[in-house]
């Protein structure tokens, strides 16, 4: 008997968040009844996402109370939701609350685990906390308490000052290691000028790009600065999400009357149509006073015409002046809308991309590779880009345009072919060339959303191998007017090219055709490599402080052994027009195809 081996389903960590009793807590009041203000008194107008948030927990807590004299009364809870600024507690016995409102105040001992609450609070906390108020909840008994410091700033001085330091010396460390060991490739460069010249770009390119990343900043928030938006998401076969992601967008700390979020569904073959309706109506029921009818609708293609066309279809649908593209798997958050919009003050701005975050990072070990990169890619890649106003992707989970500029561009757009076949993917590289072309882009790192990775590593790499092709094409696009822009963002685009389209081939040479031609061991290659991936590895650990920052190195072998191979083939394979991770009409004929053929 053949036993069949089904695949196991990797289930994602998410952060549980607790539900407030009503869908948009943090829009606007326009009748006034609420003030604007977190329940805590913060201005929510500039409130950290993080610290207005709780989220449900399952974690036991150790109560140590001081009562009268020496006396020392100690006792367990177990954590059910935690904040930055407080926590509930389940206890067992009546007693336990009565010494806790006779102390009011104790000492509380636990741990914060991974993927409980955001990336860098991980670890363990000694905090004071004082009693609130006890609360009886499904015939339970819990306790509030009150961190006397706030939480952020608990974790910041158990761990902001070791991360600091540690990964100061450690970045200067390999800072001066690279520029030592492209000193010797100077002196080396008549032995194999052509080597040691790309090893010099390589170091001068990723040094600049953490240079400039530091010195990017962002664009502060005006508060009478809230021009009019259409936020577009575009929906195909995301049945799982799309619900959450319409929730954030219209959850925004953001102007009714200057808002709206059109979704644009590309004729999907599963319940997404259902699931957008059944949102769309509890919304309607929420209250006249968030005027959903008015802010919120949703448009049905006849056919699946493809991503680029339901954005589209919704740009020429919108009624504000700029437009916002939303992935239908990204999740806003209530300030991200406020902030992206900032730095459309300067007229020249054409476009701006807001930071993606990971929103399933404790998942896997493949997951959490994938946060570091993100973080790294938009924190400093795209930052030192911004900093020059020439950002190259305006990426797809969160982007910002002017209307009339998309507008202009949108023929050009839907109809882009490259070497004879029509461009299925890479909308958001593409449209971001046309509007680089003759206006500025940004980059607006408080604007953050976060989104769902692929958790899997055979959908993992059909992803990158599409982001590839993608690249590779608007690069090369790209290039024929990179050129014009300021010289630092222009030279470091064109190294920025070179660098991994020819990285396949320099590889092949130090591990395989040196070795085997001069008979020596390639310990200054390999030296590089680990130095380059410590570097990610350290300014993660010093920017974020998350236990993550050791995945920045996992990420960076992973890519030199396995996702660097995918480039040649990306050279090649320009034609190819499947998606790979999901069902697309390209992706159903290819399937089709292979089947008939069997």
Request: proline residues 4%; contains cysteine; glycine residues 4%.
């Amino acid at each position: 008997m053949i036993k069949i081996r089904r695949k196991k389903k990797v289930q994602d960590i998410l952060l549980e968040h607790k539900k407030d009793r009503r869908l948009l807590p943090n829009v606007p009041d326009a009748k006034k009844m609420r003030s604007g203000q977190e329940r805590r008194g913060s201005s929510i107008e500039y409130l950290d996402p993080i610290s207005s948030t709780r989220y449900l927990v399952q974690y036991p807590v150790t109560i140590t109370c001081h009562l009268q004299g020496f006396e020392k009364k100690k006792f367990s809870g177990n954590a059910v939701d935690i904040s930055t600024s407080g926590i509930l507690i389940q206890v067992e016995h009546n007693d336990d609350i009565k010494i806790l409102e006779d102390s009011g105040s104790a000492i509380l001992r636990f741990h914060v685990k991974p993927g409980t609450m955001p990336e860098g609070y991980e670890m363990n906390m000694r905090i004071k906390a004082d009693f609130v108020r006890k609360v009886e909840q499904d015939d339970e008994m819990l306790v509030a308490m009150k961190f006397k410091k706030d939480l952020k700033q608990k974790a910041k001085e158990k761990r902001g000052n070791y991360a600091l330091a540690s990964s100061c010396i450690l970045l200067t460390f390999i800072t001066l290691f690279i520029m030592l060991m492209r000193a010797e490739s100077i002196l080396y460069f008549k032995f194999n000028k052509w080597l040691y010249l790309y090893s010099i770009i390589t170091a001068v390119f990723l040094l600049t790009r953490y240079l400039f990343g530091s010195f990017y900043r962002t664009v502060k928030v005006d508060p009478e600065y809230t021009p009019s938006v259409t936020i577009i998401i575009p929906c195909f076969n995301e049945e799982v999400w799309i619900q959450q992601t319409i929730l954030s967008c219209m959850n925004q700390n953001y102007p009714m009357d200057k808002l709206e979020v059109i979704v644009v569904d590309d004729h999907s073959n599963d319940r997404s149509v259902e699931k957008i309706k059944e949102i769309t109506e509890r919304l309607y029921l929420e209250g006249e006073e968030y005027a959903i009818p008015n802010r919120l609708r949703y448009i049905l293609q006849k056919q699946n015409a493809g991503k680029r066309e339901a954005l589209a279809r919704g740009t020429l649908e919108a009624k504000h002046d700029l437009v916002v593209f939303v992935d239908s798997d990204s999740f806003l958050d209530p300030g991200a809308i406020r902030n992206l919009v900032q730095p459309f003050k300067d007229p020249k701005m054409g476009g701006v991309a807001g930071r993606t975050d990971v929103a399933n990072t404790y998942t896997n070990v493949l997951t959490k590779m994938q946060s570091v990169r993100y973080y790294i890619a938009f924190r400093i890649m795209k930052a030192a880009e911004g900093y020059f106003d020439a950002v190259t992707c305006l990426s797809g989970p969160l982007a910002c345009y002017r209307k009339e500029l998309v507008k202009s561009n949108i023929d050009a757009w839907l109809s882009q072919s490259f070497l004879g076949q029509k461009a299925t993917f890479g909308d958001d590289r593409a449209m971001t060339n046309f509007i680089l072309r003759g206006h500025r882009t940004g980059y607006q790192d408080t604007a953050v959303c976060s989104t769902v990775v692929p958790n899997k590593y055979k959908v993992f790499l059909k992803q990158q191998m599409r982001w590839k092709r993608s690249w590779l094409r608007e690069s090369l696009m790209a290039s024929k007017f990179m050129w014009k822009k300021e010289p630092f963002a222009a030279v470091s685009f064109y190294m920025g090219l070179i660098v991994p389209v020819v990285a396949p081939i320099v590889v092949i040479y130090n591990l395989i055709i040196a070795p085997l031609r001069f008979g020596i061991f390639p310990t200054t290659f390999l030296i590089g490599i680990l130095m380059m991936a410590m570097m990610m590895s350290v300014v993660q650990l010093l920017l974020r402080k998350s236990t993550t920052w050791i995945f920045g190195l996992v990420f960076c072998l992973f890519y030199e052994g396995v996702l660097l191979w995918q480039m040649p083939i990306a050279w090649v394979t320009f034609w190819k027009t499947t998606w790979g991770t999901r069902m697309t009409p390209n992706d159903i004929i290819v399937q089709e195809k292979r089947e008939s053929r069997k």
